[in-house]
Structures are given as C-alpha cells and as structure tokens.
C-alpha cells in the first residue's frame, strides 16, 4: 500500500487520480461536475483541510471510486457539493477497505448523499461532518448492497424535513451504526428499506440515552 503518512504527490488540480500512492492536496480545487475518479488501489489521499467545490454547474461526487478498487483512504477534506441534484461528496463504489475519516461534507442540491457506498465491502466512515442543506430527499450515507461497514462517530445535520441521515437499501448486511449524532428538520433519521437486511446494528447515542436496534 501507500506510505502513509508521508507528504506523497501533491495535487493542485480535479483529476484522476492513479493507485499505489500517497496523495496531499496544495490548495483548494473546483470542478464543474466530478472532481476526483479514483482509479485504483492502495490510495491515501490527505485533502490537508483544503476544500474542494464540486458539482458547480452539473451533478458529481467530490470523490468517485473506480470499481473493484481496494484499500482506499480520504482524510481531512472539506467537501462542498454545490446545488446540482443527485451528487455525492464521496461515493464508494464496488470497493473494499475503504475510509473517509476527519471530514467535512456539505451538500446544497436535493437528492444528494454525503456518502454513498454501493456494493462495497469493509467500508469505514469515522470522525465526519456532514451538513445537508438542500431540497429534499438529502442523505448522509445511503448503503445500497454493501457489507461489513462501520459507521462511527460521525455529526449529520440535515435541514429538510424529507432528509435521511441514513438509508439502508438492496440487501446491506453486516453494518454496525456506532455513537453517531444526527440533527434532523423532520421525523425520519434512518431509513430502512431492505427487506433482506439481516445482522445490521445500530447503536446510537444522543441526550436520550443509547438505543440498540439490530434488524434480522
């Protein structure tokens, strides 16, 4: 894998981005529609807090991820999806062991994800921020056919009364919902619509106290 840790490539620019290094964005970046493909495995890319403005005049992902890619890292990034419907922060598509952690996403544009993770497996989203301002139907993590994720210790505020912090779809088993705190303008925080969700665990901490569901 990439040397972690080490300063790797730097970035100035919305790209491609190839596998087998380590990445560190220079400056803030924009891009009309989708800033970075991933296309490839074994990537760590450090955003070293700069921003990145994708989706500015088409829908995108601040992110995408070739599939079928491994061992893929995004870390402190702060991402900001303009109001194109339907675009993504980060989307994890066919990977396995991937990882956004110390992030901040914000979407403007209704039906968008801050991340979605699609037939994935081994997927960690840990220590984010996710702030969904747009029309309806925003989600913060939308898991469709993906397995064995943890979602941990993230902050979702959402300001739409048709928002989701979660949505769990297409058979996703496996996933473990940990000490996440949601902010939501409406009823609906998780939203399950999997008949054939087996071994999903959420454990969810607010001022309430904790709840434990586990659908099987």
């Keep these: 894998g990439p ?26 970046v924009n891009s009309s529609g989708t800033c970075f493909t991933l296309n490839g495995s074994n990537i760590d ?8 403005n994708y989706s500015e005049s088409e829908s995108g992902h601040g992110f995408y ?8 890292t995004i870390k402190n990034c702060n991402i900001y999806g303009a109001t194109s419907v339907a675009s993504d922060g980060v989307n994890f598509n066919g ?29 960690y989203v840990i220590d984010n921020t996710f702030n969904m301002s747009g029309d309806s139907g925003a989600v913060g993590i ?23 912090g979660f949505k769990i779809l297409s058979v996703s088993t496996n996933n473990t919902i940990i000490n996440n ?3 939501i303008d409406g009823p609906e925080t998780i939203y399950d619509d999997n008949s054939a969700t087996l071994n ?3 454990i969810y901490n607010n001022s309430f106290g904790q709840i434990t569901w586990v659908s099987t």
Aim: proline content about 1%; some cysteine.
């Design 142 to 164: 939308l898991l469709a056919a993906s397995h064995h994720s943890i979602i941990n210790n993230n902050t979702f505020i959402l300001n739409n009364s048709n928002s989701y």
């Design 181 to 183: 705190n949601i902010t």
């Design 200 to 202: 999903n665990t959420l």
């Design 45 to 52: 890319f450090n955003c070293a807090g700069f921003r990145i």
């Design 65 to 72: 991820t070739q599939e079928g890619f491994d061992n893929i």
């Design 95 to 123: 990977t396995k062991n991937a990882t956004l952690r110390d992030s901040n996403i914000t979407t403007l544009g209704g039906a968008s994800r801050g991340v979605l993770i699609s037939s994935a497996n081994l997927t």
């Design 3 to 28: 040397p972690e840790g080490e300063a790797g490539v730097g970035i100035n620019w919305c790209q491609f981005i190839g596998g087998d290094s380590a990445y560190t964005l220079n400056q803030d």
